[in-house]
């Protein structure tokens, strides 16, 4: 894996001391955020991290390697950079041999902390199952990932650019539980609440690692989706942030836009038209990801 796998100073001082990680993915960084507020927001979750008794390792690919934790050089190039390819499962080879620079998307970066050793990730959204999908077949990558790759993923839920009731069932049928963290309805990124249940609520970190704990060591594959609903303050007004995603939605569809562009030019979308409110909702939401993908890294690292 040394041909592959390159570690920061402090992820490799973090291993070696057997502290708790978070892994972070780099897509968000890319596609899912402009410059400058991407870098800041990437440097500012990982220092939340920190702050909670967790090691940070934003995962990209650089020069060749999957980078496992990124110097501050390297992530002001990387959230700068034109020229970065979204890279899921399917990608990872390619831009590895071509030595391009590659965002990693959930799966992607479910897949490289599992090679790193690393049980928790943090993140704002996770891919799903499209609207339309019985006829697009347009279903994320990130859903067979979390069938197979033993990464616990927090997240704020599934956005309603997503048919939400499709992602579940999809996880459902894959085997992947799915957690409201504090919440028995499922959170729908933008909002705290949609109008689908959650599997499992659970109020507390260490209840969550246990639960990890007991599936992974009856030798059952896979993660799980920990949903943490956005803090009330930083909320989007549903009607409104709906309307917009129907917008974006159709403008999508007249453009035909399709395969790995769609989730890109969709949250584009709504962040133009939104004029930047949704921005700052994505912020405040990862950030309080941050603080509880941390102490369930801290409970997991505990349990092991
Ligand atoms: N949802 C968000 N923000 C994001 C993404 C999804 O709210 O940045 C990114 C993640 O990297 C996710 C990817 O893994 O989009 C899913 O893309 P696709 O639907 O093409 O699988
Ligand atoms: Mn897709």
Redo the contacts with the bound molecule.
Sequence with gaps: MEKYLSYSQEVLDAKEKGLPIVAL?S??IS???PYPQNVQTAREVEQIIRDNGAVPATIAIIDGKIKIGLTDEELEMFGNASNVA?T?RRDMGYLLATKKLG???????MIAAELAGIELFV??????V?RGAETTM?I???LEELSQTNVAVVC?GA?S?LDIGLTLEYLETKGVPVVGFGTDVLPA?YTRESEFSVNFRSDSAKEIADMMRAKWDLGLQGGAVIANPIPEGDALDAGFINGIIERALVEADEKGVK??D???FL?GKVKELTEGTSLVA?IALVKNNARVGAAIAVALNKNN
């Excluded at 965002?103 to 970066?109: C, I, L, S």
């Excluded at 993140?123 to 799903?128: A, E, N, P, R, S």
């Design positions: 993915e897509t968000i596609h899912g955020m979204k899921s965002a990693t998307t959930v799966a992607a970066t993140t704002g959204g996770i891919g799903g499209h347009d994320s990558a990130d704020a956005k650019i990124f395969g790995k769609v989730t890109p949250l994505n």
